[in-house]
């Protein structure tokens, strides 16, 4: 017969009271640059894209919106784990860390629409779906890589 043992040491509450906070704090940070991008999205793309997405199910504005937060996710993920392992300036970190990811996904999307032949600008609200948004998704998710790395 073979015993196992096992070695649980010690529970520490206090550490991990401290760590569901910073967890609930890093949380509430990555939720308002995800906000803000959300604000900068929409003030780039014409027309109310939370409408166009959500009630019009325009598909050029869901492929860009999914594109730009999906790229968003990546660097607020990116800028939490870059931060500083001391809490209050870990928080301050990922909340400027995240908002300059905001502010460069914005200049791609723009760039973006000067450089490409065309104005992405008025394919937003068709009904069908074109092949420039979804190249403009990738686009902006790899920004959004390269934002990151830059990040950590």
């Not at 206090?14 to 959300?38: D, K, S, T």
């Not at 730009?68 to 993920?77: G, Q, R, T």
Request: proline share 3%; hydrophobic share 60%.
């Amino acid at each position: 017969m073979i015993v196992a043992m096992v070695e649980f040491g010690t529970i520490s509450g206090e550490n991990l009271v401290q760590n569901v906070v910073a967890a609930v704090l890093y949380f509430i940070i990555g939720v308002a640059v995800l906000a803000a991008g959300f604000a900068m999205a929409d003030a780039l793309t014409p027309g109310n894209l939370r409408r166009l997405v959500f009630v019009e199910r325009r598909p050029n504005a869901v492929a860009v919106a999914s594109g730009m937060y999906a790229a968003l996710a990546i660097v607020v993920i990116s800028a939490i784990v870059a931060s500083s392992n001391d809490l209050g300036q870990g928080l301050v970190d990922a909340a400027v860390y995240g908002l300059v990811g905001v502010v460069l996904q914005g200049v791609a999307l723009v760039v973006l629409e000067a450089v490409v032949p065309g104005r992405f600008r008025d394919l937003i609200g068709e009904e069908r779906l074109h092949p420039a948004a979804i190249a403009t998704a990738v686009m902006l998710l790899a920004v959004g890589g390269v934002n990151a790395a830059a990040l950590s």
